[in-house]
């Protein structure tokens, strides 16, 4: 498989391939699960996905790196449509800079204050959740 580059070069980031699983010593029961993501497809390998206690940011990483942080309950909607963490969607986008975001909860619903730059423009957004289409499998390989 080729890796696939931005004009300036970077090289382009692995696409998002969440799904809920239950946490290690966690149980939330209808509240949600935990949630997870592949970082890569060869070898591949999976992350937990998780906010940062101290700065609200959405992470990824190992058992862990996750656990002294904000793990779950992560769920959806009555509709199965959008993503939600401790039954709410409080998710925002950060920026940086030019072409540089970051995704954060507002876990305190006040706008992020005292956890980031007052100057940093936000914006609330929705994390839709979207099924990847089912292909026909191929009879070779029944």
């Known amino acids: 498989m080729s890796s ?5 070069g970077r090289p382009e980031d692995h696409p998002f391939a969440g799904y809920f ?3 290690p010593d966690q149980n939330w029961g209808r509240k949600g699960e935990g949630f997870v993501s592949t970082i890569s ?5 999976l992350n937990w996905i998780y906010v940062d206690r101290d700065t609200h940011e959405v992470k990824y990483g ?3 790196e996750s656990e002294p942080h904000i793990i779950g309950p992560w769920d959806v909607t009555k509709m199965d449509k959008r993503v939600t963490l401790e ?3 409080g998710f925002m986008a950060v920026r940086y800079g030019p072409r540089e975001w970051a995704l954060y909860f507002d ?3 006040d706008g992020l204050k005292g956890i980031i730059d007052p100057e940093m ?8 959740r979207r099924e990847r289409k089912q292909e026909k499998p191929d009879p070779d390989d029944e």
Do not use: C, F, N, S
């Open 62 to 64: 190992d058992r862990a």
């Open 4 to 8: 696939v580059e931005y004009p300036d």
């Open 87 to 89: 039954g709410w969607e």
């Open 121 to 128: 423009w936000t914006m609330e957004i929705e994390l839709v």
């Open 21 to 23: 699983l239950p946490y």
């Open 107 to 109: 876990r305190d619903d």
């Open 41 to 45: 497809d060869e070898p591949p390998q």
